[in-house]
């Protein structure tokens, strides 16, 4: 309604003769621009094109929806969101893959993990849902996306390997192929286009939103405005909030806008505020992850955490002005950032090239990336400690005598200062070369979000579903409470998607 | 606008015209019922009568307001909120009485205090404003309301002892003066009005609120509606919603309904819910603070932590199933409260009787309310180690260990193991008898809440002030961060109650 028609409505006394003896409810009681007519119809009206908006108009897809009854809309002018440039693994727990590496695994055991990163905060019921349809969800992956596994790989916080590479190291590898499906279904994203208000009627349904095609990220007030009306529901699959400095910086005042983020220039969480705007509850929105295993030494996520997250638990993590560890190298990701970050200056990271091949490249990291690392000297090679130490100013004889220790807790396989967990393939550091990288973190994953309940659905402040919305992935709370772990949001966007259309082809 | 009428209107499509020729915008384009007529009309509404709303009331008698310019509703059958059940200190940096006894400090020791404990979620310009205004605060209470100190006590994680007692320990020593004065000038809470939606005009500001009258809490449907309009505006100083299971375990799913809390249960939320519905945005909202001091001996905020606030540094704090030190006795509430949860059974904390006389009882606590701590064996006292040991089951051997160690160790003035603070006054605990008090968390303090900016203006989820609302005390975040200090959060409600009526003076 705009303010014109409210002006001449409110000045209709006459109509508004029930407002006084109106029960007392609560609750907005009206919210978006109703239009005269809408300019288009769907179904399902999927905002954002990434892990979870992909996989639940694939999933509609295979439910029987109509190719005119699935809409994916983008704001940005190609699709994929942050998940296009993600480092490309997600947690399952018990796949054919493990087993074959001899992994034990089970949902309970990756359950567990969840909970325990998440510090209490996790919401059970969501943590739950992720665990046991992981297994379910690697195999829609393989078998219905066609996408291709390389390695299973380990992730700090976790109890054991459960991160399930794609070939190419990255989120494109999932997010191609479902554009490739979505393609050969007749489902192609609308890019440009962005929503600004969500329409409810007036039972308090969601049932379209008001939007602009060509819009252009960055210039505000580009685009025209249509109203898109959504008869099966609309799933918000935008994504986080790492890029609003303004918005992050309420929950959290120390992100100001000298910490740079990983993720791509859309991630604006404008969609969490324009949920809020008509009663969404959000949960938990001050837990925003810095990623531990960004190097100052590149832009974006990089390519360092690639080497990073596989060289935990091979080599020591030293701060480079005492050359002492200070922290347990297998951390969660919380952990591991918030020591950095109380050392105040970039930590190294190094491992010997017996570790680095046999267990970095060519498993988490294809040969072209750490050429590419190696060329842009986010990977440094020396071929003794005493070269390394020249070069980074770390006092030798520390660093010599930090080195020795980590090999012998390495060879017990027992860390008695900081917990560090070993692997049976790891070997000590005892002949160079040597690889390194230094780590300074960068604002990575929004933690909280709108809260949802197993159904995906959006929960208003007052605890209840608001008909017609959902939501998945970074854009919602609750499923990993304090700590992420790596891989699982991966996991968390794919199978609430695919949850969120699963209930909303029941609308 | 009630359903009905709004169905009359959109049936009315020759008056939508305007609608998709709308400018983009965002926000709730609509909350509450617009009525027909108000019912009544004030200039400034103060929604609660506790710390904030009291102080705001009174600051704004005291800048010219007429008294039919200031409504103070309460949803209680009584007024003062949570603030009537308080321990009754309030902190304020630099006082008269401090200097008295001999203790240096200043707004800046304070504020730099209050961001350490907030673990950096704080919100510096509000820290800023606490610490500033902290001994014009205490000034005010003395000379405009009346208030009458005792002592200034010492609060774990302060640098200093900087809160000042109420004669009779509790927050009723603040809000009866401050009620008299009240009511001296004419203005008297009205009760049992509970405020059901925020009305705003089609400028998005807030105008005024449908209420209920002769509302008994409790029964939810009970009151007579009326529409109240505020032309200077709504201050909301509603408290938090430690009371509210659902609400809080949206955020923090660990305290369920098993939980007990300090708070008088009116402490529900609804207004921060409401101030939520027309897009009001929230921060902070999973720090919720376990009080480390409340005993399983009694219900509520009971007499326990009058007791043990002024016994830390006085002695130790033990796990009676090992007999040893678990946590550093002055440490924060949220690090001694995480401790005492971890180890999964309530521990006790002790000190003997020259301690107990000389600094405990009759300063931070009457003789009275020792008296009936003692008849209810809250406070338990042994002759010996040796019989507290056999009571409670202690390894003795152990006990008389970590005993002869804190002995020593306050003899230093240094805890090589915990680091715990200790007094010039305090004396090692050698002769018995000693009194003991049992210790189990319980649900406390909201720190998260609506987001103010430092006039107390709410902030929408885009950032801006909501023009003609306010808020302070529990129902804001942002203030305390991660760990609220004892005794700051009273100076944080009046504070902010006060500036909130200054800001509303010049509307």
């Known amino acids: ?45 999927i905002i954002g094109t990434g892990f979870a908006g992909c996989a639940a108009a694939l999933e509609a897809h295979y439910l029987g929806a109509k190719k005119g009854d699935i809409m994916l809309v983008d704001k940005m002018p190609t699709p994929g969101g942050n998940s296009i440039i993600n480092g490309g693994v997600v947690a399952a727990a018990g796949t054919d893959m493990q087993k074959k ?20 905060l996790s919401h059970p019921a969501l943590a739950r849902r992720i665990a046991d349809e992981s297994v379910a969800n690697y195999e829609w992956l393989r078998d219905k996306v066609g996408v291709k596994f390389k390695a299973v790989v380990y992730h700090g916080g976790h109890s054991v390997k ?97 910490f740079t983020s990983t993720n791509h220039r859309g991630a604006t969480g404008e969609m969490i505020m324009e949920a809020q705007e008509i009663g969404a509850n959000t949960v938990q929105m001050d837990w925003i992850q810095l990623g531990p295993w960004t190097s ?24 480079p002005e005492t050359g002492k560890r200070f922290i347990k190298e297998t951390g969660n990701r919380k952990v591991r950032a918030d020591a950095i970050v109380a050392i105040g200056h970039p930590c190294l990271i190094y491992t010997c090239e017996a570790n680095v091949m046999g267990e970095i490249v060519g498993r988490n990291m294809t040969e072209k990336l750490f050429d590419h690392a190696m060329k842009t000297n986010v990977v440094r090679k020396f071929a003794t400690l005493k070269e390394m130490a020249d070069f980074y100013k770390i006092p030798y004889d520390q660093l010599e005598k930090t080195n020795n220790t980590f090999n012998e807790y390495m060879k017990a396989k027992n860390d ?11 070997k000590p550091n005892v002949e160079g070369p040597f690889y390194v990288v230094r780590l ?18 959006v929960l208003s402040v007052r605890g209840e579903p608001i008909k017609g919305l959902y939501a998945a992935g970074e854009a919602t709370g609750g499923v990993h409470g304090m700590v992420r772990l790596g891989s699982v949001a991966v996991a968390d966007c794919m199978i609430f998607g695919r949850i969120a259309a699963r209930h909303m082809m029941k609308n």
């Open 162 to 258: 459960r991160s399930h590479a794609t070939m190419n190291n990255s989120g494109s590898g999932f997010v191609l192929p479902m554009l490739e499906k979505l393609k050969e279904f007749g489902i192609e994203p609308r890019l440009r286009v962005i929503v600004d208000q969500i329409i409810m009627n007036d039972k308090k349904e969601v049932v379209g939103v008001k939007a602009r095609t060509g819009y252009r990220f960055g210039k505000e007030n580009s685009g025209k405005v249509v109203y898109i009306r959504a008869t099966k529901g609309v799933l918000i699959a935008a994504g986080g909030f790492s890029q609003n400095v303004k918005f992050r910086m309420s929950q959290d005042p120390r992100l100001n806008e000298k």
């Open 440 to 457: 300074w973190p960068r604002v990575h994953h929004c933690m909280g979000g709108l809260e949802i309940n197993d159904n995906a659905q």
């Open 1 to 45: 309604m705009t303010n014109q028609s409210r002006r001449q409505f409110l000045s209709r006394g006459a109509l508004l003769g029930a407002a006084t003896a109106a029960a007392a409810v609560s609750g907005p009681a009206f919210s978006g621009e109703m239009p005269q007519k809408w300019d288009e119809t769907t179904g399902l009206l």
């Open 101 to 120: 590496d001899g992994i034990k695994d089970s949902a309970d055991l990756m359950y567990n993990d969840m909970l325990k990163s998440g510090g209490g």
């Open 296 to 319: 100052p030494d590149e832009q974006g996520f990089g390519v360092a955490p690639l080497f990073v997250e596989s060289t935990v638990g091979y080599g020591p993590m030293i701060d």
């Open 416 to 426: 008695p200062d900081f917990g560090c967990q070993f692997f049976d393939n790891s």
